[in-house]
């Protein structure tokens, strides 16, 4: 945990996440700065940040601070930003964009770090996004189980989110993704992942992109993969995050889940996000 921080790090509740003040993201940030929010990201998985009502280019000047940034090859950028994607949901439309627990870009060879996520216009209740934390639902399997997915690798893929036969394209949010030809993404990471900057073992599997365990059959991986993801969504290794215009939610995609709640039917939703390149995984 960081101490003496000059920035005021309230840990939110649930079982991660931590909301940051005393920071104004408008100004450069120093590298003490950086190092501190790097820290805190690998404390709590998640940081949030509020009343940041920051331009396209200060979003992009604050993401390069903790890698070089990684587009999004399918999702719609901000007009006149194409390394800033669009998640948008029009009062017309009924299905949303991470309606369903997932981390990013999984589906990479070497996936992505995390997202900034930037909140342009919310509906006045509703659209809040579910986190959950993979190291403690790692930590509350048997001992059984962590030796069984111990040497175990998963298959991981895009085709069938973003891919030519993706369920989306025969939903109201066709249009705000596309490059269906560019889903050709499949890649294989160890079931249980050290994460890179905390130590921790994490579960590295989500009901997104996850297709089969290595040497398994998608029909003989399905029941243990249903089951990691119950266990791992369980409420108690879960936060909650309600938005306000100018919030940010920075996440790490391999310490957790998320998930974008689609209760807002008939209101506007607008983010910017921003998704910053990660280091090769390992057990
Ligand atoms: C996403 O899955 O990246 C979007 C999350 C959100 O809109 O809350």
Redesign the pocket.
Known sequence: MLRNSRFDIRPTNGALGAEIHGVDLSQPLDDSGVGEIRQALSDHGVVFFREQNITPEQHIAFAERFGPINVNRFFRHVEGHPRI?E?RKEPEQKA????GW?T?HSYDQIPALG?I?LAREVPPRG???MFACMAQAYDALSDGLKATLEGMRAVHSSRHVFGATANYLQTDIKGRLGNTELATQDAIHPVVVRHPESGRKVLYVNSSFTVRFDGWTAQESAPLLKFLYEHAARPEFTTR?V?REGSI?FWDNRATW????NDYQGER?L?H?ITIEGVPLSA
């Open positions: 994607a998640v949303n964009i991470g309606g997932h990013d997202s996520l659209g809040d996004t995050f938005w939610a998320h998930y974008a709640l939703r983010m996000r």
